[in-house]
């Protein structure tokens, strides 16, 4: 860490500094600058906060120079992570292509959008069964009855199943039913539930939260994976911005910047960072060619009808139609979606 | 609710946006304009989602006229909320001045700030105990034995006390010594939290989150109003912008806007809004000519040794020589801090 | 137009709106909701500000229904533009490829990066001779020397020229020597020197401000437009968020965003939108996924010495490898990049 | 500057940072730490630019210790600045209202609101000639014409004048007869009317942009310093960010951070800040709170009829009353309203 003192801090002040440094088991580098002097704090200082020092009187600035996580990152992790999830991997050269509806409304709804996505391609189901909704007077999900209609799609289709857990209470429920625990945007920095899922074994989806820095996501999922849960995978979902043609704004330099940042599997959910199904096509092709290592995106059977988040919902006529761009564009960019064996349909 | 149809929509695509409206038990009124046509949906819309409409092939915008909160509304309720805490009036004339600091770190350093802080002039304690931290790897707060300190401090001075609930866990034990639950920025759309809480009758100062819209925040007091708590205090703690001068940026047009919107009572928190000590005066000034109801400050005995949050903290006598120039401009815009009894202090 | 009254606004006030609408030559339409009037203003409004109605007494809110610019527009202008710069088409099938130093520092610096952009696939050059910079004490630009050394590269290498006008008096100079008038970011609002481009005939790079909306980029566009000249390219060069990870927030969803609202050419620039070399390969290829019609990607043969702007060049090696993946990418989505006759190289 | 080299950087490219800081006449310092090694460059850097260091092979991020103004800095002239404007202190314990019309629409409309806000107490009068609009089809304002009647609007009243120009070309017929030349948001960065600007001896009123950091207003005022003019004052006028509610954000932060950062006057503009009628008392009056040194204010006979900006300016009346306020907050934060000697009205 480099502290920074204010010009004509005392030497009392930088003494100060210094003890704070040491009591920290760091030694201290000094630099006499024109203007102000610069102190170093050399050694393991991943779980030093800055705050520490940044209160000492005459200090103006303390300027991190390792990183604030650990186990995110891919200096102490320099291989991709890579982990198997129901037949294909996350993480490497496989295409993640997590598809479904914004809601489980009915047991029909969702076993027919199951299968109509996994014979376009899809290799994982989502599908929200409680939904973190605005407004306090629309529909907030079927719950568990809304699990056990994602088992059964999955029975029915292979593909393993993705749904958002809101609060710690859900985890049990949810355990019995999902692959895929995933945490939502609004969720991003809620604590107390970060260290839960990360007390699980079940492999989590990590979405950014919509107005979170690139670095406080990659904190958040160190609290999950302190906890010993290695299976996290990251979600660039929009952030927000003062652009309002779109709902949000997606961060594309994001996809790059984690790849180079951290080991984690990067996804991009195009339905919410545009907000519109007109352009979930374009952006998705962007996030493959960028590098991102999947997608998850929103398919309703009949999005008109839909009772969450129609206006960014492909129909699975788009989507099947979306699938063969991104196999062209994942090729170019040599990478592919896995084989899947579509189970044969149910009546 | 006013449905603008794209240039060019089809007889059948308006019939049907006429249709849905009905199912919603709204009427319909159509102006044809030159290049497109807008169906107006009449009838109380406050709980209709705009989506039902916006996912409607041929539908262009859907624009809400009526807003989609209600308990909250000044429209409904044109009279300002007042309520009684401990003897003063929130949302009155008298100006709510919580004070106290960040982390609830020990007995001694807790009774002796709550002393100060009422010495100079507070009328509410502020102490969290169950702290959201960012990493993983700091200090998290002391839990139920800084509950218990809080409840001795109100003992000890006459103060109510103010603690954040990052869960719905805490609830339990902290309506048995807190007088007013706070929900923080990075929970305000914690839905599920906020309808637990809205489920008690403790008062809440409900904090706008740190990229929600105004009209957000008031989305999420209504979660808590719905439930039946009528007493919700709405808190601006600064917005995340491009500026990095200052840790956020207060946003003071909230407080003439919320004032205009709502009647609820509104306060404003200098040391997080700004992130630094040298500029809570300034801004704690601002917010109370600006219309403000109140201010909750950060004010620790020592804060170079604080365990969070230390750089925007008040020292007890800066934070005296505060509030004496709060008395100044409180008075310049007619308004005043409620005289308090300092309780004799204890050793 | 839309024009929501207040709730409780008063029939006088109504009449007044209606006098209002009339005076524009628009004709109105009345629906009276439960609580609230709207009235419609019907006809051709493209010209007529919303603030006349704005700032009427009793009126909430003015929405638009049509664009506020029309030439711009797709809606008027249903089809692509094409149109030729030395042999290749802007805006069809061909991915537009331009490339160069950002600032012209010398003949022998530039005549070596044309000629190895050039071999490498580019067909167009760009060099900085006027510079923008934040600071008054950096590197300002070669000026008309700079010019001629790009006169010279087009000679030499058979690319049109792209430079940035910062000023109306440097029009008359540059349109002796350039192809194409690049405006910059921080000159999209200058509408003196919009007015002034539009009056030439030469096509112009239009880049969008670093907080403007994509609804301003395309006003600005209209500046030049409605002035006669109708080659206007525009550019998504990033923009300015809370994120600090990179320099701005390339914002892809711009580019299908622009493609549904207007029939002008889409440009992005990745060296800007990143402002790190690192990530520009990366976001190239987003681009032509999402649908650009093109890039303009800074390209220096020694970074490292770089007057202005090196953490962002690539060197012409970098550029070589990138431009295969661009291809790649361009092949995916059906677009190409044109074969160009390198000329022979001089020594 | 401390440069901070990436793990793993060799031995050479410490070497070639080295020499590269020797090149500029800046001596070297080496922390070398666990995992990095930080190299300082101590001397005056306040014209180095970072990205010198920036584009270095192995280079990590360069921090820069010094401020990159200097003739704006606190640092270098720790006392405020003051400067007489026409009988009063621009800076000092005087409090600067300048108010007037958005745009000059006629000479009566003009003469009309200059003496009603001279005998409300303003003591300078703004009015826009040359009028930066968004569109091209909207009015732009009178030109010279309009210079003429702000003449003796001056005469009448004996209020300086405050206009905004927009281009070099303008400045010649401006300096004739305006006493403070504005620079608009959108212009903050045209640093070629920056300079031009600062040659010029006459005061400027510099606004900060819509997306502009606090850090590079400053620099922007460098600009104009380094020409030689002193007289600079600068203008919070709001911020873009996500919120919708308002026109603007008001950075009510920056005022406590410019007041640190520079001995230059600041001043707010809370028209454009919140762009509504109903929010500028509030925002005038937290202004002087805050800290602010002046208010420039929109204010028109008949808001309703006004030719743009109606909607956020104030009546006559209305102003009358807010000075009245102002006067108060100014008394309780130890400054005034300095009196002014209204002239006898003309008929």
Avoid at 225 to 248: D, K, Y
Wanted: net charge neutral.
């Amino acid at each position: 860490m480099l502290i920074v003192m204010q010009p004509g801090a005392s030497q009392e002040q930088i003494k100060n500094v210094i003890s704070a440094i040491e009591l920290q088991n760091l030694s201290t580098h000094i630099i006499e600058g024109v203007e102000q002097t610069v102190i170093g704090a050399v050694g393991d200082s991943h779980s030093v906060p800055k705050e520490i020092f940044e209160i000492l009187p005459g200090v103006l600035t303390v300027t991190r120079i390792s990183q604030p996580y650990k186990m995110a990152s891919r200096q102490f992790h320099p291989q991709d992570s890579v982990f198997q999830l129901d037949g294909f991997a996350v993480g490497g050269k496989d295409i993640t292509l997590i598809a479904g509806p914004c809601s489980v409304e009915s047991r029909g709804q969702l076993l027919e959008i199951a299968q109509a996505v996994r014979e376009a391609g899809a290799n994982a189901l989502r599908g929200g069964v409680f939904k973190p909704r605005t407004s306090p007077y629309v529909f907030q999900g079927l719950g568990e009855e809304g699990l056990e209609y994602l088992a059964e799609a999955r029975e029915l289709t292979g593909m393993p199943v993705v749904a958002e857990v809101m609060s710690i209470a859900q985890i049990e429920v949810m355990v019995k039913y999902v692959d895929v625990l995933q945490i939502g945007a609004r969720n991003m920095q809620n604590f107390s539930l970060l260290r839960a899922v990360g007390e699980t074994r079940i492999p989590v989806l990590l979405k950014r939260g919509m107005s979170a820095t690139v670095e406080e996501l990659l904190m958040a999922s160190e609290y999950i994976l302190s906890g010993g849960n290695s299976r996290v995978m990251l979600c660039e979902r929009g952030i927000r911005t003062f652009e309002t043609a779109t709902r949000n704004t997606t961060d594309i330099n994001a996809v790059p910047v984690l790849k180079s940042l951290t080991h984690l599997p990067i996804l991009l959910d195009p339905s919410h960072s545009t907000g519109h199904v007109g352009y979930v096509a374009s952006i998705s092709k962007a996030a493959i060619a960028a590098g991102a290592d999947g997608l998850i995106i929103e398919v309703h059977g009949d999005p008109t009808h839909a009772l969450s988040d129609g206006a960014q919902s492909l129909t699975p006529e788009q989507f099947f139609g979306l699938v063969k761009q991104i196999k062209a564009v994942a090729k170019a960019v040599d990478r592919k979606l896995p084989k899947v064996n579509a189970k044969a349909r149910v009546n």
